[in-house]
T-cell receptor, first 114, second 114 residues
Framework: AQKVTQAQTEISVVEKEDVTLDCVYETRDTTYYLFWYKQPPSGELVFLIRRNSFDEQNEISGRYSWNFQKSTSSFNFTITASQVVDSAVYFCALTTNTGNQFYFGTGTSLTVIP | EAGVAQSPRYKIIEKRQSVAFWCNPISGHATLYWYQQILGQGPKLLIQFQNNGVVDDSQLPKDRFSAERLKGVDSTLKIQPAKLEDSAVYLC????????????FGPGTRLTVT
């Protein structure tokens, strides 16, 4: 069975602080894909990143960075120098090569205080 | 390229009424998904179509929910009769048949049942 856990329900940071959102996943498949989505108040899911299980290289995109560690089944997301526009709910998700649906975590609500 | 379209964006109905949501996937995407996202939770798959056939509807409450994709393009999700616990955002997503891990989400329909 597939499962995604986001233990942090809500996080508040002051603008310009760094913040890390945690994601732990479970799957028995050897080929799988991990995702992060941003959901602003408008409700749309905005795709941020996809990683496959064979690529553990960390990635940086502007102020965003992702740390994928298979040894701990984690796929954490860090925002450096946070901005008010980063305030949203962030979802980690998992899908597999043999499955079809996305398995989402319960989301982490991030509030950046100006 | 146009994204996944959904309508309406918002709907308020009374319990026991019926409601229908519409989704038009990205052109050429054979696979279409309907997700339900209850407030404070991650999206949960309701049904998956491959062209006009149902691949997975194991989590669809079939006593009140129905969905169709008659011509293998756009799709309609119906709830009849609605209950208070159906209040949620209903997200439609689509993907190419051979790239199920690359799902594109629509803006969603926010349903409030009073």
């Amino acid at each position: 069975a597939q499962k995604v856990t986001q233990a942090q329900t809500e996080i508040s940071v002051v603008e310009k602080e760094d913040v890390t959102l945690d994601c732990v996943y479970e799957t028995r498949d050897t080929t799988y894909y991990l995702f992060w989505y941003k959901q602003p108040p408008s409700g749309e899911l905005v795709f941020l990143i996809r990683r496959n299980s064979f690529d553990e290289q960390n990635e940086i995109s502007g102020r965003y960075s992702w740390n994928f560690q298979k040894s701990t089944s984690s796929f954490n997301f860090t925002i450096t120098a946070s901005q008010v526009v980063d305030s949203a709910v962030y979802f980690c998700a998992l899908t597999t090569n043999t499955g079809n649906q996305f398995y989402f975590g319960t989301g982490t609500s991030l509030t950046v205080i100006p | 390229e146009a994204g996944v379209a959904q309508s309406p964006r918002y709907k308020i109905i009374e319990k026991r009424q019926s409601v229908a949501f519409w989704c038009n996937p990205i052109s050429g995407h054979a696979t279409l998904y309907w997700y339900q996202q209850i407030l404070g939770q991650g999206p949960k798959l309701l049904i998956q179509f491959q062209n006009n056939g149902v691949v997975d509807d194991s989590q669809l409450p079939k006593d009140r929910f129905s969905a169709e994709r008659l011509k293998g393009v756009d799709s309609t999700l119906k709830i009849q009769p609605a209950k208070l616990e159906d209040s949620a955002v209903y997200l439609c997503a689509s993907s190419l048949a051979d790239r199920l891990y690359e799902q594109y989400f629509g803006p969603g329909t926010r349903l409030t049942v009073t």
